[in-house]
């Protein structure tokens, strides 16, 4: 249910009962939903294993939730209003009754090639309405769905495809961003030559005219499997902690974990965050830019607005196609209501000058989101400027893909907008600040780390296949509490800022990384001998990517520094290229041989003249060559 609240000291008192009576608190948003058979219990927890059950009892099917409901009482309305990525070609409405059937044929489809509750399917798809149907096709039958950004590598697919044991791959033809067409069916061929052993069928939607290659043993067509099907299916029961689906994301070690959700938590928690946090009312046009590859995707463009009956926007293309001014464009042409991008969107149309939002209509925008990554003022302050021309709040909405929703952020009309602050945390949300070792710093005007004591419906569950990492990464850093790897401040008034990771996660245009992960990528080139990667300050990105190499007798000339962006695109994909490349003869280390990447982010960021003590340092003679060399 949306609050009634329009007060920040109304906010206080439900934020209040929350805490102090949370079962309550979740009963009543959980009853709101079609359950097949109702829970009788709330919460069975324990962080400490971890273990955190919510409704446990209760059977459900969140695309019932999602859609049937809703076929119900407003089945002609919009659900999904999709703009193609060429501005010439028309948009499509796909109302809560076709959304249903074309879910229920592909459904059909899946059983035929014998999909079935529990099995894992990978889609790697572009933003086309397909997309959104295989996704909730899956949901329908208790398959578990793992989208994968289009934009990662045959490696990167085939690491996913791998850990999850996937038996089917849904894929397009080919995708179109901007002026490019990209062979995704030729990167899933490859990703199938590496390995993909679990998979049996590749499911490919025809996205163009284009010939592909074709492998009879296990390529099937879409339009063969899907169309003719029937337009009902039944929706699968399950159970609210059976497992809706896994994404992968970075950490600070190791390949990509898959972040797991459940079905009943996650449908409470995002349907609930998505009609407080964007005030959506009925009629109105919402529209996300981000990609389903993301958790923003999965939870804001399609399982919360749907679950909230919303008519929700899903956008092929790029904010820079054919020009700067087409996310306006599209605002103006749907007349949107609610807007939901990334600051490293906002900075990028920022820097095309103020004229491109100035020659549309935007008077129907009511809210303004950010997420993904701190924003910074000025950012901030041009997209309340310049978008919402003053009169559409900003909701700065902090969340993580473990968290599944929105955790910590204003609340339209409710509570305040304060500049770069995501402010509040949602009621049901117990956020709290520690100190390093995990003492709770109760007063305000503090800085600290991030940490949630209490659990929430959408919270991870595990990370698939290994849930002692899930135990490690999360919850055994401060006893008791859910870690976030964030480090944040608490203003006079209580809001929060949140400041980025104070792990080695990285933030690049809203899209997280491991610095890890990206060494081990340039690692496999056979010159190099060692790499260290780290963030800096990156006026459009947030956070570029700098890579410090040591190299073997490789001339040190921009050929090799291709040679190793083009290894990094093959095994991770073009959003991991570094912005920087700097030739090394040695890495600062500790004396047990840790790299110290404090002084690599000191010096990557301009700052090296103020590194501290160095002397403790295994080798400290090679800081200063480091810091001649630096590219700042
Ligand atoms: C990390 C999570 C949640 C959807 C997209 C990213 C950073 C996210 C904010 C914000 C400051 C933010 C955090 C977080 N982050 N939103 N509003 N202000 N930082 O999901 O890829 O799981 O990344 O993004 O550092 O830990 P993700």
């Known amino acids: 249910m949306t609050y009634k609240i329009n007060s920040l000291e109304e906010y206080h008192q439900v934020y209040k009962q929350s805490v102090e009576k949370p079962e309550e608190f979740w009963k009543e948003q959980a009853e709101t939903f079609e ?34 409901r809703h076929v119900l009482t407003q089945g002609d309305q919009t659900a999904i209003l999709w703009e193609p990525n060429d501005p010439n070609q028309k948009a499509q409405h796909y109302s809560y009754t076709q959304l249903l059937e074309a879910v229920c044929q592909c459904a059909n489809g899946l059983k035929d090639r014998g999909i079935k509750k529990g099995d894992r399917v990978i889609l790697y798809m572009p933003m086309v309405p397909a997309l959104a149907v ?14 994968v950004f289009a934009g990662f590598s045959a490696q990167a697919l085939c690491d996913r495809v791998d850990d999850a044991q996937a038996s089917m791959i849904i894929c397009s033809d080919v995708n179109h961003r901007g002026a490019k067409v990209i ?10 030559d590496l390995g993909c052993n679990s998979v049996e069928t590749v499911l490919v939607y025809k996205n163009s005219t284009q010939e592909v290659n074709w492998s009879d043993d296990v390529d099937v067509w879409w339009h063969d499997i899907v169309e003719g099907q029937s337009k009902t299916c039944t929706a699968e029961p399950m159970n609210a902690e059976d ?3 896994i994404l992968y994301t970075s950490g600070s070690t190791g390949k990509p974990k898959g972040v797991v959700h459940t079905c009943g938590g996650y449908m409470v928690y995002t349907c609930y965050s998505f009609k407080n946090v964007f005030q959506y009312r009925p009629g109105d046009v919402y529209w996300c830019t981000a990609d389903i590859g993301w ?16 008519t929700t926007m899903m956008f092929e293309g790029v904010p820079s196609f054919p020009d700067a001014g087409r996310f306006w464009a599209i605002c103006e042409k749907h007349k949107v209501n609610q807007f939901y991008t990334a600051p490293t969107a906002i900075r990028a149309l920022m820097a095309n000058g103020d004229a491109w939002p100035a020659k549309y209509d935007l008077s129907n925008l009511k809210v303004l989101g950010s997420v993904g990554e701190p924003i910074n003022a000025e950012a901030w302050h041009w997209y309340d400027k310049h978008v919402g021309k003053g009169q559409a709040p900003i909701v700065d909405t902090w969340w993580q893909t473990e968290t599944g929703g929105i955790l910590i952020s204003p609340l339209p009309g409710i509570t305040d907008t304060k500049p770069t602050f995501a402010s509040y945390p949602m009621p049901g949300v117990q956020a709290v600040l520690v100190d390093s070792d995990g003492n709770e710093l109760t007063e305000n005007n503090v800085e600290g780390l991030l940490c949630i004591k209490y659990p929430w419906p959408s919270m991870i569950r595990t990370t698939y296949g290994d849930h002692e990492r899930c135990r490690n990464v999360y919850f055994s850093v401060f006893k008791g509490k859910y870690f976030t790897g964030d480090g944040a401040r608490r203003d006079e008034d209580g809001r929060i800022r949140v400041i980025g990771r104070v792990d080695d996660v990285i933030n690049v245009s809203g899209h997280r990384m491991g610095t890890a992960e990206v060494e081990n990528a340039i690692n496999e080139h056979p010159n190099v001998i060692e790499s260290a990667v780290v963030g800096y300050p990156h006026a459009i990105k947030g956070q570029g990517i700098y890579a410090y190499i040591i190299s073997a007798g490789m001339s040190l000339n921009e050929a090799f520094k291709k040679e190793i962006i083009s290894t990094v695109v093959r095994e991770i994909g073009p959003i991991a290229k570094p912005d920087k490349i700097q030739f090394v003869e040695g890495l600062p280390k500790t004396r047990s041989g840790k790299i110290m ?20 340092l295994l080798n400290p003679e090679v800081v200063q060559s480091v810091k001649e060399g630096a590219l700042v």
């Open 134 to 147: 295989a996704v909730l096709a899956c949901a329908r039958i208790g398959a578990i769905h793992s989208v």
């Open 295 to 310: 958790i923003t995707g999965h939870s804001y463009i399609l399982y919360g607005p749907l679950l909230a009956g919303a």
């Open 35 to 68: 359950w097949i058979q109702p829970f009788s219990k709330v919460l069975n927890w324990d962080f400490e294993k971890p273990e955190v059950k919510w409704f446990e009892d209760g059977v459900l099917n969140i695309t019932q939730n999602c859609l049937d």
């Open 597 to 616: 990447r404090r002084i690599l982010r000191k010096i990557a960021a301009g700052d090296g003249e103020n590194l501290g003590d160095i002397s403790t």
């Open 183 to 192: 062979a995704v069916k030729e990167v899933v061929d490859r990703a199938m």
């Open 243 to 245: 497992m809706l689906f």
